[in-house]
């Protein structure tokens, strides 16, 4: 096209649009219903469309990989601005999309990708799809949920199914399972004054423990005895190694088959001396970041209001005993970080018109630990003191009428201090899928 042919387009362009611009004046229509006439020969498509943004009031973008050079011919007169450009789009083989208050422009198969609605629904395996759908708020509000099925429907362009997809084969998984070792107990407080028990640093001592080996050849050669006879232990302590998973060479004591803690053995001997009760020794297993609940408990049901029609009573219940909650969190590097928090409540009195309501009094801990797979979680401190009347009676002679009751018989308040013990060891149940990665300093015996 030479020069004096664009100056005739220019005119012809001009001599079109200038009786439009003079109708301002009159009432203006919305965009919707405006009309405009556009005649061009030969002219390339970023000009017209120029035109057309600029006449209708509407935006318009382009797709960058729209070809510039395009030229079209075209003679509209009065018609809609959506039909002047789904004319113009279509003479070069693109598409558009309306987008707000804006015309997209591109090639018909990315438009598709990018805006297009499309109709997509997801199976889950693991996860559940109401839990799934609150995570995709954020990338997509177009999502419904299958609650029986356990199903997602998603609808969106392709780019953004593509991205859900992607993003739902993350959540997908197995759930990592705890297994949660957990011990409850009781000790006489005056005991851990006597000895001096700190029972968060017992956990960190082991004793190596010689039991149910074979004889074996150190490295000089020689036999390891199979018999040994120490003072009032059973003559005969076979020996068996123990050796390191992570690096079977590293230097560890050999020829020893078990390992226990401090706080094992020191358990082991009150327990012995009846100056500690183990009031509950359970394995649970939880689903990583789900809560787990013990209860050791007991339900004491009160009178609270009686009367009104009928003679009905209003009967409640009180829980009244040891509540554990844990809340077991797995990182990537294999160590475990939970929330802990008992409660240990006791009857502290009765009170009321009839002396029946209870009044609770209760011990609330709450702490957060990071400990490794296996460790175990050592609480201590929630002391309990409990007075209880008794009678003293002497044999025999408390069963003389009336003197026996006078002269042999007693009756005394005893009071028991002691302190709950709690211990969690936490475990990772390793199956085909877990998700994490041990760290490499967590060495296993």
Not at 88 to 113: C, H, M, T
Not at 230 to 246: Q, V, Y
Request: aromatic share 6%.
């Amino acid at each position: 096209m030479n020069y004096l042919q664009k100056a005739k387009l220019l005119a012809l362009i001009w001599a079109v649009i200038f009786p439009l611009w003079g109708q301002d004046s009159e009432p203006t229509q919305s965009n919707e219903e405006k009309l405009i006439s556009v005649h061009a020969e030969d002219a390339f498509l970023p000009s017209i469309l120029a035109i057309l943004a600029s006449e209708s009031g509407y935006n318009i973008v382009t797709d960058p990989n729209v070809n510039r050079q395009d030229k079209i011919s075209i003679h509209l007169d009065e018609v809609p601005i959506e039909q002047a450009i789904n004319l113009v789009v279509r003479a070069v083989g693109l598409s558009y999309e309306v987008v707000g208050n804006s015309f997209l422009i591109a090639d018909p198969k990315k438009l598709k990708e990018e805006v297009g609605v499309s109709s997509h629904v997801i199976e889950l395996k693991y996860a559940s799809a109401e839990d799934v759908k609150n995570l995709l708020q954020d990338i997509s509000g177009q999502v419904q949920v299958d609650i029986p099925g356990n199903k997602l429907l998603v609808n969106a362009s392709p780019k953004k199914i593509a991205e859900i997809i992607q993003v739902v084969r993350e959540i997908d998984v197995p759930a990592i399972q705890i297994m949660l070792e957990t011990r409850l107990i009781e000790v006489a407080a005056d005991v851990e004054e006597q000895l001096g028990i700190d029972w968060s640093k017992l956990s960190n001592y082991k004793t190596i423990l010689a039991e149910n080996g074979v004889p074996e050849t150190d490295g000089g050669g020689s036999v390891v005895p199979a018999e040994q006879t120490l003072g009032d232990l059973p003559a005969t302590m076979l020996f068996n190694r123990l050796s390191d998973k992570k690096d079977e060479t590293a230097i560890i004591p050999r020829y020893f088959s078990r390992q226990l803690t401090a706080f094992d053995i020191t358990l082991d001997m009150l327990q012995k001396t009846n100056k500690a009760e183990v009031l509950a020794n359970s394995r649970l297993t939880t689903i990583n970041g789900r809560e787990a609940n013990i209860k050791l408990v007991d339900i004491v049901p009160y009178i609270l209001s009686s009367g009104g029609v009928g003679g009905q009573v209003q009967v409640q219940r009180e829980e009244v005993g040891i509540k554990l909650n844990i809340l077991p969190t797995v990182n990537t590097d294999g160590y475990i970080t939970c929330k802990v928090e008992p409660e240990v409540s006791t009857i502290f009195e009765f009170i009321g018109p009839d002396q029946n309501i209870p009044r609770v009094k209760s011990r609330i801990s709450s702490t957060t630990i990071r400990v490794r797979d296996g460790e175990s979680i050592i609480i201590g401190g929630l002391l309990s003191n409990d007075k209880k009347r008794t009678t003293y009676q002497v044999p025999v002679l408390s069963k003389i009428p009336w003197l026996g009751k006078k002269l042999f018989t007693s009756n005394g308040i005893v009071e028991r201090k002691t302190d709950l013990i709690i211990q969690i060891t936490p475990k990772i149940v390793v199956d085909a899928y877990t998700g994490i990665t041990k760290s490499e300093d967590m060495v296993e015996f």
